[in-house]
Nanobody, 120 residues
Framework: QVRLVESGGGLVQAGGSLRLSCAAS????????MAWYRQAPGKERELVAG???????NYADSVKGRFTISRDNAKNMVYLQMNSLKPEDTAVYYC??????????????WGQGTQVTVSS
């Protein structure tokens, strides 16, 4: 079992920056792809950015050029640097991870979410 804990959310003015962190813990063999999703009120959860273990990244069109995803494999952590924030970035941000267990079983895990609010 893998536990994901996000931190770094908060209230920021439009144009500001925030850095989200997500720490994975538990009896982990290997974390593969990690990603950030977000869900705004009344909307479906959407992928914001993802990163493979090797460092390949992908981003939602709405955040390209403003957000940067990175990870530290040794620490089992993933980060999301968010710059030039807009009110439409307001949402609960969730960390997601794919894990390969010692028994070579694939698992997918979610964090509890962290609120990001961008004021205009």
């Amino acid at each position: 079992q893998v536990r994901l804990v996000e931190s770094g959310g908060g209230l920021v003015q439009a144009g500001g920056s925030l850095r989200l962190s997500c720490a994975a813990s538990g009896n982990i063999f290997r974390i593969n792809t990690m990603a950030w999703y977000r869900q705004a009120p009344g909307k479906e959860r959407e992928l914001v950015a993802g990163i493979t273990r090797g460092g390949s990244t992908n981003y939602a069109d709405s955040v390209k050029g403003r957000f940067t995803i990175s990870r530290d494999n040794a620490k089992n952590m993933v980060y999301l640097q968010m710059n030039s924030l807009k009110p439409e970035d307001t949402a609960v941000y969730y960390c997601n991870a794919d894990e390969l267990s010692y028994e070579f079983q694939q698992g997918n895990y979610w964090g509890q979410g962290t609120q990001v609010t961008v004021s205009s």
